[in-house]
């Protein structure tokens, strides 16, 4: 920012995460079993799933063990 103080959209084209660069070059991609989103959550009774907080779904992916999903509290 200090090298282009007057700059509306600063970008970073070298060493961000993989999150910055799919935004920056709208670009998305899912890995291998993106199909399994609807498994991490419950079904509700009107048919729609329970939306997961982003810490439910890290620290699930971050201690599951042998294959296993944490479900959320109903």
């Not at 920012?1 to 709208?26: E, G, Q, S, W, Y």
């Not at 079904?43 to 479900?71: C, R």
């Amino acid at each position: 920012m200090a090298a282009h103080p007057k700059a509306k959209k600063i970008a970073v084209m070298d060493k961000t995460c993989l999150c910055t660069h799919m935004r920056n070059f709208k670009c998305w991609t899912c890995g291998h079993y993106t199909y399994r989103l609807k498994d991490t959550t419950r079904q509700l009774k009107n048919g729609s799933y329970q939306i997961l907080t982003a810490e439910h779904v890290f620290h699930d992916y971050q201690f599951s063990t042998d294959n296993k999903i944490a479900l959320p509290g109903e």
